[in-house]
């Protein structure tokens, strides 16, 4: 009976150096957090609340585990972060630095995905793949891009840095830098001439066959008046 309170110490201790660990090793996720969304209180309540920040640090474990062919122990762990987070990445994804999830249930990253730095996602989104052939099948993200709510971003593609894709967009073409796509098939939309700002929210994103109808309303009406 005497060691219990010995053993609730040690555990007690162990605990505190995992989270000072993860507040060192993820500082800068946790600040990415805080900046991007803004029902985000404090440094901790990021760190033991944010289910995409959970999620993301199972999968550099499991990443590592991955790369040195551990395939088993990584798969198995990471289901057991979509169990927990709602979220699935896959150990075979490589993902950059300041990676954020945004609420994250539903998003799916495959195997062969890429994500670069500064990338935002919503929850709902998929990075998957097009087909069952073997290799590179799923996207590559670049740097700074944001995926709305509900995109699906799917096959060997590439998404272009500083790119915005609206949500519930399904994204199966490449995109250039610096351009906002929307609709299904995902289409280049222009936003008065520049590319969105990844402050907006989705409601102001603008679709492009819309905009061509009411372009060719407004040149009926003119000839119409004539």
Excluded: W
């Excluded at 395939?71 to 990676?99: C, D, N, V, W």
């Excluded at 289409?187 to 989705?202: A, E, V």
């Amino acid at each position: 009976m005497n060691c219990i309170p010995g053993i609730i110490l040690i555990i007690l201790a162990l605990f505190v150096l995992k989270i000072a660990l993860i507040a060192i090793f993820f500082y800068q996720e946790v600040r990415t957090a805080q900046k991007r969304d803004p029902a985000a209180k404090s440094f901790l309540e990021v760190l033991f609340l944010y289910q995409g920040l959970h999620a993301l640090i199972t999968y550099r474990v499991t990443h590592l585990f991955y790369k040195i062919h551990l395939y088993f122990l990584a798969r198995m762990l990471s289901q057991l972060a979509r169990f927990m987070t709602g979220i699935e990445i896959h150990p075979g994804a490589r993902i950059g630095k300041r990676f954020f999830i945004d609420h994250g249930m539903g998003v799916v990253i495959g195997e062969t995905a890429i994500v670069g730095d500064d990338v935002l996602i919503y929850q709902g989104v998929t990075l998957g793949g097009a087909g069952i052939e073997k290799g590179k099948r799923h996207p590559t993200i670049g740097n700074n891009v944001v995926i709305g709510t509900g995109a699906k971003v799917l096959g060997n593609i590439i998404v272009g840095d500083n790119s915005y894709v609206g949500a519930n967009a399904v994204v199966i073409k490449d995109v250039p830098p610096n351009a906002t796509v929307v609709g299904v098939p995902a289409r280049i939309t222009k936003q008065d001439g520049k590319k969105i700002d990844t402050s907006l929210d989705h409601m102001r994103t603008l679709d492009p066959i819309m905009q061509s109808i009411e372009e060719l309303q407004k040149r009926i009406d003119k000839l119409e008046n004539k």
